[in-house]
């Protein structure tokens, strides 16, 4: 609900404003959409004993140091007495276009974590234990993002895994693989409609990549280092 109503507000700002952004871009230049999943993150910090450490959410506490590149700018860093624990990107994808988006989405979350954990590797951290890294990503739920697609690779076949694939199945695939190759601790595609303004309503693609998933191993996380 928080997504879609922050994305409404925007508009309207940019309407009483009297300039508005062509086509979707007028619902995301706010940069206000995924703060209610901010907020979840945050309230789970607090929840599981660590309602000291340092929850970083402005641009300037957001940097990482990378290896391929000077820094990386994150969406929420939460620290406690110097460590890094966790380290989370989160996403959103509104139609109508979905293709370009995808592929762009896909080597920047593959990108960001390869270079993340070479820092780590190379002590750009300090001798601490791995942090958790969280990627969540909210795709809107509709025919355009449901529907199956076809891929041309006149030389070598497509997975099965991605052949016809919806382009939310995609995303399913992606982070299921981005969890399995220990790219993230947990990566996370949740489908909402644009009626869920005022419902919430959303669904998971699969137990791995699930809301409850990531809120689970997110809390259980925290909960381990506020113990150490």
């Known amino acids: 609900m928080a997504f879609w109503g922050n994305r409404e507000k925007a508009k309207q700002k940019q309407i009483?404003?009297?300039?508005?952004?062509?086509?979707?871009?007028?619902?995301?230049?706010?940069?206000?959409?995924?703060?209610?999943?901010?907020?979840?993150?945050?309230d789970l910090v607090h929840a599981n004993g660590l309602g000291h450490a340092?929850?970083?959410?402005?641009?300037?506490?957001?940097?990482?140091?990378?290896?391929f590149r000077p820094t990386k700018l994150w969406d929420l860093l939460v620290m406690n007495e110097g460590r890094l624990v966790a380290a989370i990107e989160l996403k959103s994808q509104v139609g109508p276009s979905?293709?370009?988006?995808?592929?762009?989405?896909?080597?920047?979350a593959i990108g960001t974590a390869h270079d993340l954990w070479t820092a780590y590797r190379e002590g750009a951290f300090g001798k601490t234990p791995r942090p958790f890294v969280g990627w969540l990503m909210l795709v809107e739920d509709a025919p355009s993002s449901r529907s199956p697609?076809?891929?041309?690779?006149?030389?070598?076949?497509?997975?099965p895994e991605f052949q016809g694939a919806?382009?939310?199945?995609?995303?399913?695939?992606?982070?299921?693989?981005?969890?399995?190759?220990?790219?993230?601790?947990?990566?996370?595609?949740?489908?909402?409609p644009r009626s869920a303004a005022a419902t919430g309503e959303f669904a998971n693609?699969?137990?791995l990549t699930s809301l409850k998933t990531?809120?689970?191993?997110?809390?259980g996380y925290i909960a381990a280092e506020a113990a150490r």
């Not at 979905?98 to 920047?108: C, L, S, Y």
């Open 205 to 207: 693609l699969s137990d």
């Open 54 to 67: 340092q929850i970083h959410r402005n641009k300037a506490a957001l940097t990482l140091p990378g290896y």
């Open 149 to 159: 697609v076809r891929d041309r690779s006149p030389h070598y076949p497509v997975f």
């Open 166 to 192: 919806s382009y939310l199945k995609r995303y399913d695939v992606l982070c299921q693989r981005l969890v399995q190759e220990q790219l993230y601790t947990t990566a996370s595609i949740l489908a909402s």
């Open 98 to 108: 979905f293709g370009n988006n995808f592929n762009n989405r896909t080597e920047e």
């Open 214 to 219: 990531f809120v689970t191993s997110f809390a």
């Open 16 to 42: 009483e404003a009297g300039v508005v952004d062509q086509g979707e871009r007028a619902g995301v230049t706010g940069g206000k959409n995924m703060d209610g999943f901010i907020a979840l993150v945050i």
